[in-house]
């Protein structure tokens, strides 16, 4: 289990998270700096676990330090990412998206 405190999360041996901050959020979203691996975004939409699939995605730009990234869904299913300078663009439902 996730340990919590002063905003930051420690999954067991994964490094560590970083939540981001939004005004008037929708949605949550988790940066995770990996030992010895690029940074993971974990980020999904705020709503009902069943219902909230029928509701539109919400648009989230975050940063991002590389020219590349891939995503996908917590089910497998791959998700576009759009990268530009210095962030990623993805439209995340209530189903959470993993973006490395």
């Known amino acids: 289990a996730p340990v919590v405190g002063g905003g930051e999360r420690h999954p ?8 981001a901050h939004e005004p008037r959020r929708r949605w949550d979203a988790y940066r ?3 030992p010895g691996r690029g ?9 009902d676990t069943f219902d909230g699939e029928d509701q ?16 996908i869904d917590a089910f ?14 993805i439209a995340a439902s209530v189903t959470p998206v993993f973006v490395g």
């Open 12 to 19: 067991n041996g994964a490094g560590t998270a970083q939540p």
């Open 32 to 34: 995770v700096e990996r």
């Open 39 to 47: 940074p993971l975004w974990i980020a999904w939409a705020e709503g």
């Open 56 to 71: 539109p995605p919400v648009e989230l730009t975050l940063p991002w330090d590389s020219s590349t990234a891939a995503a």
């Open 76 to 89: 497998g299913a791959p998700v576009p990412v759009e990268c530009r300078v210095g962030v990623i663009r």
